[in-house]
Structures are given as C-alpha cells and as structure tokens.
C-alpha cells in the first residue's frame, strides 16, 4: 500500500494511472481529479517519516480580541495598546509602523514606503500605495555611464538611490480615513521609543555593526546608529535616537507638512545636495500616496484580497494560486516531489511575466485581467511535464547573476470587531541607502533599485524587467511586496505578508497553501521551510530541511537545479482567525518576530 502512496507522488506511474483512466485526452482539471484518494494519506506526505517540515516548534499566539503580528517584540505591544485603548486595526497600524521605524531600523522607515491592504469588519476592502516615487530629475538612464552601462551600486548606496518616501503620507491618508483615535496619540509611543531609548536584540545589533563601515564612509562625522565609545553594539545596549525624537514630534504636531515641508524637508534637501542626490523641495511637496482598486480572486472556496500594481506581488500571487488549485496538492502531500514540481514550475511562468508586463500603472498598462484569467493560465501550463523541469530560457531569454537577501517589514493585525490590516513596509535593502538624514536621524530608502535601471539586468534581487519598469519622473518602481487578506465563507479568515525581496511572492504563496491544503496552523505555516524559484537564474533556492534526499535526487534527475539556501527565506507575520473566533497569530522564528494578543 506504502509503495502505491508513494507511486502517487512519482511522475511516471502517475502518467500511467492517468492515461490507464482516461485512455484519451483529458483538459487538466480533469486530469488531476482522476489522481486516486489514498486513506491514510497524512498532512505533510513525504518518504521520510523522520523528516520535520518547521524550521523551529514555536507555538502560535493565540487571542481573543485582537492581535498585532510584526517584526519587533515592542512594535507589536505598541500596536496591542492602541488597540486595548479603544483604537481599531488601523489605529495600531499607524503607531506599529512609526514604532517599527525607531525599534527595527533595518526595514521600518519614514525614508521608505509600502503598501496597505485593509478590509473592514463589513467585508469591505481598501489599498493603499505609498510606495516611493522616482524624483522629477529621474531618467531612464540616470545609472548608466557614457557607454550605457550600468554604473555598479549607484541604485543601491549613497544619494542617487533613493526615491521620494510615501510612508508618512500614507499614515495621514489612512489616518484621515480610517482611524478613531488622535494622530498625536499614534505618534507617542514612537518618540518615547526614539526620545526614551530601544533596548536592542542581539540581531538588530548585530544588523547596525554590519553597516558600521558604510555608514561612517556614507555619512563622514555622523553619530547615528554609532556607539559613543566607537565599540560594537551588544544585546541589551539601549540605542537612543534624539534627532529622530524631534523628526517625529514635528510629524506628530503637523502631520504631512511635518515631513514634506518646513525643517524635516529642509533638512531632506540638504542631505540631498551634500551627496549630489536629486531629490527636491517639489519632490516632497508633490508627493501623493493612491488609493488602489484591491486584486480579488477566488482560491476553491477561499477569497483572496491582495495589493495590486505597482506591487507585482498581487498579481503574482492570484496567477500561482490559480495555476496550482487544479492540482490535488492535498493529496500528493507536503513538498511531495509533484507537489513541487507543480509549484515551482507555476514560479517560473509567473517570474516571466512580471518581468514582461508589471510596472507603474500610473504609467503603463498592466493587463491583469488577461494575466489572471483561467484561459491565458491554462496555456501557460501546455509545454509542462511531470518528466522534465521546463527550461526558463523557454519560457523567456536571459541569463542573469544571483542575489542577496536583504530587509523589509510586514505586520499584520486584527481588533475585536474583526478589521483587518496587513501592510508590508520598506526601506528596500537593509538600511536602504545607508544614507541617514543629518539632523532628522533617519534612513533613506534604495528603492530606486527596484526599477530596471537597464533593460535584462538583474537588481540586487536578480529580478530583472524591461520597458514597463523603466524609470521616468514620478513614476513608481515595482514592487514583489504582497499583503494580502483570506476570507472564507464571507467572514475574515487570514492576514498575511513578508519581507524577503523576490522570494516575497513565492514565501507569501507557500504560507498561504500550507494552511489551505496541508492544515497546518497559522504558526505552523510561518515556521514551514520555504523555497523559492523566479525564473531567472532557473534554480530553485530551498532552505536546509525543505526537501528530503530523495526528493533532491528525484528532482535532479528531471533537471532542476537545486541550491541550498545559506540563509533563511521570509519573516513572515500572520494572523489566522480559528473555527471558535479566536485569532492565531504567526510570527516568525527567522527573526525577532513577535504576535501579541490580548
Ligand atoms: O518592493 C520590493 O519588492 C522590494 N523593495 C522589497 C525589498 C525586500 O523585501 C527586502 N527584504 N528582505
């Protein structure tokens, strides 16, 4: 019996299976239904009885009436205490991210931007784009030498990386919206962090004596995120941060103007001139953040609410769900050798076309209906085979470096009416452009990266990207960050998101289907081992763990390239609401990621 389980997760005899029940053609959906339901088969399927799906055995949060999952211990108590003072989600939602930007400097910001996905205990939804824009003096070659060729590091280290940040903007828009309690009040326990001092983890400390040499070369004189007596930082340091105190009192007395104009702007340009960056007083006056219509898509019986354009993660997300649900991934099991083949396979025909058709909206057009539709989705599945990994350069040329990974910030959060908020905020690489603004204290952002600053070169993701992402004034840069909302009969089910660059989407989709098909718990699911394929480069990155031996060699042998990964893929924070109403927060092991509930 074990040995015909097994045969089910194998791709030749089930070629056999099939064509023994069909003995003719048969369109996919069919296909998969003829697959034989095994009793007994169980959750996480795999040759290895011994082999653990989690990367740890942290157990989830579990709460009552509200939950805030986030990338710091102190951001997501901030954001519990609003909610216990009578605030709703996107009352936490504004103190968690200006808490994130004084306690995980990393990744939260004011120099930064992201994007809201926000659904109301009516079953409404809403998103924001605060994303960065490029400023007016951009250009399509404003990284490229006389030659036309790329300029190494100039979209990622020092001025010219930067684009205008939206992250304020986007508070005080879903501020004006959307929240109860007084802006004054959000902004509180952000300066008393900054003002007071953050008593740092051994990774947030570790992260700032990993910059110490770019920030001292980047930023001559500077004292921020620097020891006084010049030694490194140790768990426990407290790290105070005065001009960011005073940067945050101004945002909390006058709210937009507080950033984009008077002393903060001025002290903005300033820093832009000393680096001969480009972003202008009319850059920060002018910039706007924009309500979006939210991609909706259905997954079997589950709804699916996730951020649209300039972020390529919605889009992205809706194709792999859909590419994947007429498959029988519950029953081939957990990272069973089809199952993967299935998923990896959806990653790369995805990757492809995010590279061709995503970019600003506001600029180009990004045809989502067609890239979502069930017709254009079951083409894309016709040169697929079980026997043989298909060949990116196939699907679409090129031939690219790989990639590092770097920071970004999601956080989820649910009140005790049920409004539900994921956000998923960025500096882009870990400090951004290790550029902080002399006498405000703050990071700036590298967005500019994440244009394709030359056609087919790969950013510091390996992601690469053609005209529709090509940088002109205002425009935004494309994004892979992907909040996403889960209803199930109507009624909230999940919030979900993560940092992770390029591996956002793929983190974001395994974390999703962990829960849908293999039942495993909002907890269990951040702690399951990730792995991730984009088309370029054609491998399949997998954490230590994710696959069995025999799979590696299974996989192999019908040409995937397989790489261990050296580090960790996603951070993920997440909320699931359980059958009895209560809610299970998810955060993850990989970091300092923290639910807290009440
Ligand atoms: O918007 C994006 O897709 C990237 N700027 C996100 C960067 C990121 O997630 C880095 N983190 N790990």
Known sequence: MLTFYRSLTHPKQLTVYCLLLTACYLPLAAFCQEVKESKGVYQFLTEDPTQKPFFSDRQGVVGK?????????????????????GGNATDAAVAVQFALAVVHPSAGNIGGGGFLVYRTKKGKNYTLDFREKAPLQGHKDMYLDADG???????????????????????????????????TELLQPAIDLAEKGVVLTAREAAGLNRIKNDLKKLNPNTTYFLR????????????????????????????????????TATLLVKEMQRGKGIISAQDLQQYQSAWRKAIVGQYKGYKLITMPPVSS????????????????????????????????????RVYADRAKFLGDPDFVKVPIKQLTSTDYLRQRWQDFSFDKATDSKAVKGGDIAGYESTE??????????????????????????????????????????????????????????????????????????????????????????????????????????????????MQQSVNALKFHHQWLPDKTLFENGAFTENTIKRLQA???????????????????????????GGSDPRGDDTSVGY
């Open 149 to 183: 060729n790329v300029i190494q590091g100039l979209s990622m280290t020092g001025h010219l990386a930067s684009g205008v940040p939206g992250s304020v903007d986007g508070m005080v828009k879903i501020h004006q919206k959307f929240c109860k309690l007084p802006w």
């Open 313 to 348: 993660g919605g889009v992205a997300l809706m194709q792999l769900m859909k590419l994947v649900e007429p498959y029988p991934l519950k029953r081939w099991g957990w990272h069973a050798d089809s199952t993967l083949q299935v998923m990896i396979e959806a990653e790369r």
């Open 408 to 521: 970004t910030t999601h956080f989820s959060i649910v009140d005790k009416d049920g409004n539900a908020v994921a956000i998923t905020t960025t500096l882009n690489g870990g400090y951004g452009s290790r550029i902080v603004v002399e006498g405000a204290g703050f990071f700036m952002n590298n967005e500019m990266d994440d244009f394709s600053i030359k056609p087919g070169v790969p950013n510091m993701f390996g992601l690469i990207g053609n005209k529709a992402n090509a940088i002109a004034p205002s425009k935004r840069m494309l994004s892979s960050m992907t909040p996403t909302i889960i209803e199930k009969d109507k009624k909230l089910y999940m919030v979900v998101g993560t940092p992770g660059g390029s591996t956002i989407i793929t983190s974001v989709f395994q974390t999703i289907l962990n829960v849908l098909e293999h039942g495993m718990t």
């Open 558 to 584: 019908r040409g995937y390239i397989l790489e261990m990964q050296r580090n960790t893929i996603g951070r993920m924070d997440c909320i699931l609401v359980r059958p009895d109403g209560s809610l299970e």
């Open 65 to 85: 009436n509200g939950m805030v999952a986030s990338a710091h211990p102190e951001a997501s108590r901030v954001g519990v205490e609003i909610l216990q003072k």
């Open 228 to 263: 006084q007596d010049g030694r490194d930082w140790h768990l426990g340091d407290t790290l105070i941060q005065a001009d960011l105190g005073k940067t945050l009192r101004r945002i909390q007395a006058q709210g937009r103007a507080g950033f984009y104009e008077g002393e």
